[in-house]
């Protein structure tokens, strides 16, 4: 074990810096390595040097974690986190940890003496065709004096809701990444969080919106295809935030731009009827891991099987 007089916070930097210029991570993974381990830090003031992280003081932080009181909001309180939650602070905590211990700092990762919380996923991430209705009914109902803005709305919904991408995906899309000819989406790597490019077909619906808004937005000069209603350049995250809290007061919907992914997922298995649309799904998704395509239809409701059970039969025994 190395004899260092560097602390954590330093040597955390580093960890960020090697994970952001030779694993070339998203700038949303970095910011939550770092969120976390920043709580980490600020309950646990105790820990300062990498001998200080022992499995009592890892323990002694998951128990502030669950039993801690904070507002949320202006006005509400809570007291502890989600299983899933727990399970994410470890995972992200565990990969810091892991380098410390392989580059001699530690030398061993508590956490791998510590078992995995088992977490029951029972909330459903996916919205419903009311929901699905009643978003879609407040852009249409949401004034607008630019008629660029609303087309650009009506397009953002169709691609959220048939293409399944993520929305920093969402963001970074150019219109050279749209092939009107081959009806076909390509997402880049550079945009992906799998760092991999995927193509993805393009629904009629969504071709139409997409035409109708190419005409609109013909003058602007910015490639990223979602247009600033304010400028020509790209619609910002704080844009895209701010156009979330509006649709959310209009709509009565509480959702996030992910819930639309989920709901991609799950209407691709619904309306797919094909032994290997599992298979299918990961690639449109753009997973590397089948596991986490799995970890998207969790909440598929058991009455959507009831059809796949009525076509069992004794005659197609093996």
């Known amino acids: 074990m190395k004899n260092t007089e560097r602390n954590l916070k330093e040597l955390f930097e580093e960890f960020i810096n090697i994970q952001k210029f030779t694993k070339c991570l998203r700038p949303e993974t970095l910011r939550g390595y770092r969120q976390i381990v920043d709580t980490f830090m600020r309950m ?39 299983q899933s939650t727990i399970l ?3 995972q992200k905590t565990r990969l810091f940890f892991e380098w410390l211990k392989n580059n001699g700092y530690i030398a061993i990762n508590p956490l791998n003496k510590i078992p995995f919380p ?38 953002m919904f169709y691609i959220l809701l048939y293409c399944g991408i993520r929305k920093s995906e969402l963001q970074g899309l150019e219109i050279r990444d749209f092939d009107l000819n081959a009806k076909m989406l390509t997402v880049r790597g550079e945009i992906s969080k799998s760092k991999i490019s995927r193509r993805i077909p393009l629904h009629p619906t969504t071709i ?12 602007c000069k910015t490639p990223f295809l979602l ?28 959702f996030h731009l992910h819930r639309f992914r989920h709901t ?30 799995l970890v998207y239809l969790r909440g598929l409701p058991a009455t959507q099987m009831s059809s796949d059970i009525e076509n069992l039969s004794i005659d197609n025994l093996i």
């Open 44 to 82: 646990m003031p105790e820990v300062i040097m990498p001998s200080d992280i022992t499995t009592s003081t890892i323990v002694d932080f998951y128990r502030k974690l669950q039993t801690r009181t904070r507002i949320i909001g202006k006005d509400t309180e809570k007291t502890g986190v989600r």
């Open 88 to 90: 994410t602070y470890r």
């Open 118 to 155: 088992k977490v029951v996923y029972e909330d459903i991430r996916y919205l419903t065709k009311d929901e699905v209705n009643r978003i879609f009914t407040a852009i249409l109902l949401n004034p607008q004096k630019n008629p660029l803005v609303q087309k650009r709305d009506i397009l």
């Open 208 to 219: 139409f919106h997409l035409k109708d808004y190419l005409k609109e937005r013909s003058r």
């Open 227 to 254: 247009v600033s209603g304010n400028a020509d350049r790209g619609l910002s995250s704080h844009g895209l935030k701010h156009w979330v809290k509006r649709m959310i007061k209009i709509s009565g919907v509480k």
């Open 264 to 293: 991609f997922a799950t209407n691709f298995l619904n309306s797919t009827h094909t032994n290997n649309n599992i298979i299918k799904l990961k690639e449109l998704l753009g997973h590397k891991d089948i596991k986490m395509t």
